[in-house]
């Protein structure tokens, strides 16, 4: 049996996976707030629960915002920032007493669609995240790569390729850089921009469903989502050429992503055609506690 941990800002999920991926039980709870201590003890509370009611011990995997850092063993670049600064992984093994695999939760969303989800047989797999964050994470041959650094896959924070007049700077990130892929794509980010175009407060979800409602406004808002998004993503395409982009978070609930995004990223990627396709994650908000299960060998 396989355990994995989805440890997030607000809550975290348990998820234990048995033979061939399939899900005995799960379960979430709040996340503690600023205070690192009572979060190991909920991770330790959530194991404890599952492995009872299973009645059998497991591996655990975990996916945390930020990455650990390779030259100080620390997590680094989380969001949330209490656990930023601290051995997690060393810390969860002597909490829960075994070998703990962690990785950054966009990673452990694409580990799961290329393991067992709607990119389960493709060979090179890009996951991306559209949410709170614009992340990402490759696998390749069902191995998850997270390079030297501890960074592949984070696209959201390149700049937006070919960016025009008026998106130029762009922008300034939490990264420090201005123009970031993210600035233009996330959730916040759309909304801010409606807001600055329309005067209008609406999410990403309330954009999408005014759009299909025939609001002028939200459609035009998301044929420029939809062009940066195709421009994001084909500089994506010209570094590695996936064989299938898997998209997750909030705003992958977008349908007309799915029918304009392809066609347009064919615009921008260095070839003669494009034969990628652009998929919606199977399994949803579930990709990535699922994903974390999956650290250890399938």
Aim: aromatic share 6%; proline share 4%.
């Amino acid at each position: 049996m396989r355990i994995g941990i989805d440890l997030g800002g607000t809550k975290i999920e348990a998820i234990a996976l048995g033979e061939g991926g399939v899900p005995s039980f799960r379960h979430r709870v709040s996340t503690p707030q600023g205070d690192y201590g009572a979060t190991l003890n909920a991770i330790d509370e959530l194991v404890s629960t599952i492995e009872k009611n299973c009645s059998e011990r497991a591996t655990v995997g975990v996916g945390t915002p930020g990455a650990i850092s390779p030259r100080t063993g620390l997590i680094k670049n989380a969001n949330s920032t209490v656990l930023n600064g601290h051995a997690l992984d060393r810390d969860l093994a002597l909490v829960l007493g075994r070998p703990v695999r962690l990785e950054n939760d966009a990673n452990c969303f694409a580990l799961s669609e290329a393991v067992d989800g709607y990119a389960c047989d493709a060979r090179v797999v890009f996951g991306v995240i559209l949410g709170t964050g614009v992340g990402g994470g490759v696998v390749i041959d069902k191995r998850l790569i997270s390079g030297r650094n501890r960074i592949a896959g984070e696209w959201g924070h390149n700049p937006l390729p070919w960016p025009t007049k008026e998106e130029f700077p762009g922008e300034s990130c939490y990264c420090g850089k201005t123009g970031c892929i993210e600035t233009f794509l996330s959730g916040p980010a759309i909304s801010r921009q409606f807001s600055a175009r329309t005067g209008r407060n609406l999410s990403g979800k309330e954009i999408s469903l005014a759009a299909d409602a025939g609001d002028q406004e939200a459609i035009d808002m998301l044929e420029v989502y939809e062009d940066r998004l195709a421009r994001g993503l084909a500089h994506v395409m010209n570094v590695l050429d996936p064989d299938r982009i898997v998209l997750g978070g909030g705003l992958s609930n977008i349908e007309r992503l799915y029918r304009n995004v392809p066609g347009l990223i064919q615009r921008y990627v260095f070839s003669d055609g494009v034969d990628t396709n652009v998929v919606r994650a199977l399994h949803g908000d579930s990709s990535g506690v699922r994903g974390a299960a999956w650290l250890w060998p399938v």
